[in-house]
């Protein structure tokens, strides 16, 4: 069984500010992880994906996620937040074990950029 | 660049009626997923599809769901006879591979009950 857990519905940053969103993870197989985003009425969109190669992920828009196993965490940054980075943000696992694993969600992080 | 589409955007329907909504996965790919979101709620996973044939589903996925590939394009969730409870925003995913899993999700159907 697997499970995500994000810490904080709403985080605030100051436009230009460090952006930190919180994501643990518990997962019985070696998991993949990803970070999506979802702008308003719009579809999820893969920012970044940890597939058991390095364990600091670039992804798209600057943003980027480092793999701890020793604190199940993979947790996503951006040195400089803009306001255009105004979204919501879901961590999600899946197993490695093969096969058309469907993704858990955590519940999703609500970023605001504050002026 | 090649993306999931999803119709109709917005489908309103009475307690009761059958729906069907519509996805037109990435063309080259071969994993198919549906997944619902609840309004104000995360994001879960219903199903997954392969080789024609269900992979994976949740416990939400019961007996009023089904899937089906009617042709090469296609990729349909069908719920038989709709509940209040089944208000929510669908997403249709696909996947070249199952390996690394990255899936890509279509922009998503707004199913309301009422």
């Known amino acids: 069984a697997q499970s995500v857990t994000q810490l904080g519905s709403h985080v605030s940053v100051s436009e230009g500010a460090l952006v930190l969103l919180r994501c643990n993870y518990s997962s019985s197989v070696p998991p993949y992880l990803f970070w999506y985003v979802q702008y308003p009425n719009q579809g999820l969109q893969l920012l970044l994906k940890?597939?058991?190669?390095?364990?600091l992920v670039k992804g798209i828009n600057g943003f980027e996620a480092e793999f701890k196993k020793s604190e199940t965490s993979f947790h996503l940054t951006k040195p400089s937040a803009h306001m255009s980075d105004a979204a919501e943000y879901f961590c999600?696992?899946?197993?490695?074990?093969?096969?058309?694993?469907?993704?858990?969600f955590g519940k999703g992080t609500h970023l605001i950029i504050q002026p | 660049e090649p993306e999931v589409t999803q119709t109709p955007s917005h489908q309103v329907t009475q307690m009761g009626q059958e729906v069907i909504l519509r996805c037109v996965p990435i063309?080259?790919?071969?994993?198919f997923y549906w997944y619902r979101q609840i309004l104000g709620q995360k994001v879960e996973f219903l199903v997954s599809?392969?080789?024609?044939?269900?992979?994976?589903k949740s416990e939400i996925f019961d007996d009023q769901f089904s899937v089906e590939r009617p042709d090469g394009s296609n990729f349909t969730l069908k719920i038989r006879s709709t509940k209040l409870e089944d208000s929510a925003m669908y997403f249709c995913?696909?996947?070249?591979?199952?390996?690394?899993?990255?899936?890509?999700f279509g922009p998503g159907t707004r199913l309301t009950v009422l």
């Open positions: 940890y597939t058991s190669a390095a364990t």
């Open positions: 599809f392969y080789n024609n044939e269900i992979s994976e």
């Open positions: 063309s080259n790919h071969l994993y």
């Open positions: 999600a696992v899946s197993g490695s074990g093969g096969g058309a694993d469907g993704l858990t």
């Open positions: 995913a696909s996947s070249l591979l199952a390996g690394t899993n990255e899936q890509f």
